[in-house]
């Protein structure tokens, strides 16, 4: 069963980085498309970012220039470096994998628990 555990998140000022983790099991991680999404209190689950199998990164506009994904195969794990963080920035981050890839605002594939981000002073 593929398995995806997120980590790295916590509380961190306006300004301060993170760098999440997503540790996938169970499956040939190589031939998986992933992203990350996150989801704040009250709003619908958004896209952040995507790295394809063979590693072309993509970002939402929100984020673009702020945050950064990566993969390392031989891990089984995918990246999300995050800087200058803002408040709007406060969610719950997921981690997706899916074999196929359409479009990347698509809810589809697997997922993780998610790990909290709390930007606050």
């Known amino acids: 069963q593929v398995q995806l555990v997120e980590s790295g998140g916590g509380l961190v000022q306006p300004g301060g980085s993170l760098r999440l983790s997503c540790v996938v099991s169970?499956?040939?991680?190589?031939?998986?498309?992933m992203g990350w999404f996150r989801q704040a209190p009250g709003k619908q689950r958004e896209w952040v970012a995507g790295i394809t199998a063979g590693g072309f990164a993509n970002y939402a506009d929100s984020v673009k220039g702020r945050f950064t994904i990566s993969r390392d195969n031989a891990k089984n794990t995918v990246y999300l470096e995050i800087n200058s963080l803002k408040p709007e920035d406060a969610a719950v981050y997921y981690c997706n994998a899916r074999r196929v890839y359409s479009r990347w605002s698509d809810i589809s594939g697997y997922w993780g628990q998610g790990t909290q981000v709390t930007v606050s002073s």
């Open positions: 169970g499956t040939i991680f190589s031939s998986y498309h």
